[in-house]
Each structure stands twice: as structure tokens, then as C-alpha cells.
């Protein structure tokens, strides 16, 4: 069987710049702004890293305020959602590429919890 670990995880929050610095400033974690996906994103030490998405944003899902997605690694994103599907999940977003980064898609569990899936480059084609 195959490591799946938790590899990103994205806040939802109003301004994602402004969140930046509250977390930023609360746990001393590295902020860093995107400004090609203008995307903020953090890495705390010792754990992994993520971003702040814009609440009600022109993303390719919808982010609610209360709602943090977790991403879970993975080496073939196909074949889990295809064992999302199997196991009476559902797939929310299907695989997308991210130039010269890799691959994400999310699912939906039974219950309708999102999780993303994400796959770096050279991990599939």
C-alpha cells in the first residue's frame, strides 16, 4: 500500500493576505504571496504547509468559511478517486493539472466532507 500523508491544507478566510499575517504573526509561520495563482501561501515548521483561499473567490470550487480542506498525498490520483467513487464517495473536482507543480483534484466522503488529493510532479504523468 501506498503513503497517502497529509501534504497541504487551505484556510478559508475573507482577505487571504490579512490572514497571512494573523497566522503569520500568531504562530511565526513563513507567509509567502503567490502573485501567479495570487495565491498566500505558509509553511509551519515541522508540519505541512498550505494556503489561505478567498472565501466566496473564482476558484474551481467554492470555499465556505468554515470549511478547511485537507490534502492527502497521493501517487495516482485516477485510481483514487476511482476507489472514492467504489466506496460511495463522490468526486467534487476531477483531476487538474497545476503547471510545473503536479496534479490536485477533491473528493467528497459519504458523509459529504471534502478532501483534496494532490500528486507532485514526477509522481504520475
Not at 504562530?27 to 504571496?33: C, N, Q
Not at 470555499?63 to 460511495?88: F, H, M, N, Q
Request: no cysteine; aromatic share 12%; net charge negative.
Amino acid at each position: 500500500m501506498s503513503n497517502h500523508p497529509i501534504v497541504h491544507i487551505e484556510i478559508p478566510a475573507k482577505k487571504a493576505g490579512e490572514a497571512g499575517k494573523f497566522y503569520g504573526d500568531l504562530f511565526g509561520w513563513k507567509i509567502e504571496a503567490d502573485p501567479t495563482y495570487n495565491y498566500v501561501q505558509f509553511q509551519a515548521e515541522g508540519g505541512p504547509g498550505g494556503g489561505f483561499v478567498e472565501v466566496g473567490g473564482s476558484a474551481p470550487i467554492p470555499y465556505k468559511a468554515d470549511s478547511l480542506l485537507v490534502y492527502v498525498g497521493t501517487d495516482d490520483i485516477d485510481a483514487t478517486l476511482a476507489k472514492v467513487e467504489a466506496l460511495g464517495g463522490k468526486t467534487v473536482l476531477p483531476k487538474t493539472e497545476i503547471p510545473q507543480m503536479g496534479w490536485w483534484a477533491v473528493f467528497a466522503d459519504p458523509t459529504g466532507n471534502r478532501v483534496g488529493l494532490f500528486s507532485g510532479m514526477g509522481q504520475q504523468g
